[in-house]
């Protein structure tokens, strides 16, 4: 720096600190519009100028209404400034703005979000220090501004990039302190419900996952919250899984979307909310055509269905029951057909077979000819269905002997996988072994699962199992001082040792136990089948690939 530039900088930060001075000494304060003015000014000459009217612009800013425009911009220019040092300090004077001018925060807000971009970590650490200062004087206007970037259907969010910094702003810095945040606690926690309630209208399943994880935790959906909270976040999730949607089965993101939500639908239906407008959707449109389902989506259709068969209505049991029936029977066939039998198919059927019949028994009459008598005109007991029941019986004798001859096969493996793990020598083989031997724990509890529902159907007035003594072969066993349940906690999928033949090696290659079942962390990790059309205007792909809007 030459003596000239010296000398200018010292005269500009001289004037600066008289202004100040001259301000501070005033009464009224507002009656000093030349010194505010003054710093404005000097804000446009030196860098160590800029640095300190970046302080002094926002302190004294409440007093000067007339000048908050040239102000404001003024302020703007020193956060474009080349200088890194003048950028952070005037980020860090943005939230003094809106100390006794809370109109300004939604503006300020504005500001800062685009800011969060910022190739600077030193920068971009002021941008959410200056966020999280604006989120402490007025939450509620703030957290208002910032979904603003997410958009919704009706207000699209126009930058993507931006997008995505306020959606990790959110997750990373807000929710993890909600409690200290959301203050008064129910009137902030309904706010940014409807808040998020907004922005679900176009998200993708990772995003969804995240936003429902939040509102999850918070106390007005708590364990003390009332049923009708309940049934406003199921329905939340029912909007999600596009049920008034038409149905077509080559939509793979359709499919994966609905089969994710009604996984995430499994708690909220365990505290009392009601699944039927999930299950009328699957009876009415998935099930007809499961034969036509993608391969990998099958069987997580059937465990979703086996998962929440304890918590259907009777009146849903009833109307679903004719088609599980019809399913059971295809995967049950009356003799041997030289067929691969596709046995974790079969446990999801019995078990949701049985679950639903508990709750309408007499329906069984006229699905499997059995003669079970409640009473009412809905037993049948006048007509016959005798061959109904040689039917049923006999597939029910197939598969068990189908059974019994693969868990010969499985515990022979077994001994098998015991005697490689002892001649292993490498870290890798002894894994690979590990995972074969729990594949075949896996495919025995399934085959004994089986055995254990198939029992008690061979009798003419069967009682079928209604409770939790059966624990199905994908979830952990629970131990025996706690009380088993049938949803894990929050509603995410268990990791499932089994898939396709779950048991037997199937023609497609999968092994005994096959590979882990991984739909919903894919769909909710953005590994997607792509976007889909028709869906309420939606763009956002469930699984996040193909994000622009206008699929129609």
Not at 27 to 40: A, F, L, P
Not at 333 to 352: Q, S
Not at 360 to 369: D, R
Not at 423 to 435: G, H
Request: hydrophobic share 35%; with cysteine; aromatic share 6%.
């Amino acid at each position: 720096m030459s003596e000239a530039s010296a000398a200018d900088d010292s005269k500009h930060i001289e004037e600066l600190y008289q202004y100040v001075e001259s301000l501070n000494e005033a009464k009224d304060k507002s009656q000093n519009v030349k010194d505010y003015q003054g710093i404005i000014d000097t804000a446009k000459s030196s860098i160590k100028a800029k640095q300190l009217a970046a302080q002094f612009i926002p302190r004294f800013f409440k007093f000067f209404p007339t000048l908050s425009g040239p102000a404001i911009d003024t302020h703007l220019d020193l956060i474009e400034e080349e200088e890194l040092g003048v950028r952070v300090q005037a980020i860090r004077g943005l939230p003094l703005f809106c100390k006794d001018t809370p109109e300004h925060i939604a503006k300020i807000v504005d500001i800062l979000v685009q800011l969060l971009a910022a190739e600077e970590f030193v920068e971009r650490d002021a941008v959410h220090k200056a966020l999280m200062s604006l989120l402490t004087q007025d939450v509620k206007a703030s957290l208002t501004a910032l979904f603003k970037h997410i958009g919704s259907v009706d207000e699209p969010s126009t930058d993507e990039v931006i997008r995505e910094k306020v959606l990790s702003f959110i997750r990373d810095k807000i929710f993890p302190i909600k409690a200290e945040l959301l203050k008064p606690q129910e009137e902030m926690e309904r706010h940014i419900t409807d808040l998020i309630k907004k922005s679900l209208e176009d998200v993708t399943g990772a995003e969804f996952r995240m936003f429902m994880d939040f509102l999850k935790s918070l106390n007005i959906f708590g364990e003390k919250a009332p049923p009708e909270r309940m049934k406003e976040l199921i329905g939340i999730v029912e909007g999600q899984a596009d049920l008034d949607a038409v149905f077509n089965v080559s939509d793979a993101d359709h499919i994966d979307r609905l089969i994710s939500c009604l996984y995430m639908a499994l708690p909220f239906v365990v505290r009392g909310a009601s699944s039927s407008k999930f299950l009328n959707y699957l009876n009415k449109h998935i099930i007809p055509v499961f034969d036509k389902l993608p391969e990998e989506r099958k069987l997580d259709l059937l465990k979703a269905l086996a998962e929440i068969s304890p918590y259907t209505t009777p009146q849903d049991s009833r109307q679903i029951l004719p088609n599980v029936v019809q399913l059971l029977k295809k995967y049950m066939p009356r003799r041997k057909t030289g067929e691969e039998t596709n046995f974790t198919y079969v446990e999801c059927l019995l078990y949701t077979f049985h679950h639903l019949a508990h709750k309408v028994p007499n329906a069984t009459n006229s699905l499997c000819g059995y003669k079970i008598v409640t009473g009412q005109p809905s037993d049948r007991l006048g007509e016959d269905f005798s061959e109904l029941y040689k039917d049923f019986t006999e597939r029910l004798s197939n598969v068990e002997e189908l059974t019994r001859a693969t868990m010969k096969k499985l515990t022979q493996g077994m001994a098998e996988h015991n005697k490689a793990m002892a001649a292993a020598k490498s870290d890798e083989a002894k894994n690979n072994i590990k995972t074969q031997k729990q594949n075949t724990t896996t495919g025995l509890r399934t085959c004994n699962n089986i055995l254990a529902m198939t029992k008690p159907l061979h009798s003419k007035t069967p009682s079928f199992i209604g409770d939790k003594s059966i624990n199905l072969s994908w979830k952990e066993a629970t131990k025996p001082s706690v009380p088993a349940t049938a949803a894990t906690t929050g509603g995410k999928r268990p990791a499932t040792a089994a898939n396709g033949s779950g048991n037997v090696p199937s023609k497609k290659g999968r092994g005994a136990g096959g590979l882990q079942n991984q739909l919903v962390n894919r769909a909710l990790e953005d590994l997607s089948h792509g976007g889909r059309s028709g869906t309420r205007g939606r763009g956002r792909g469930w699984g996040g690939r193909g994000r622009g809007r206008g699929y129609r």
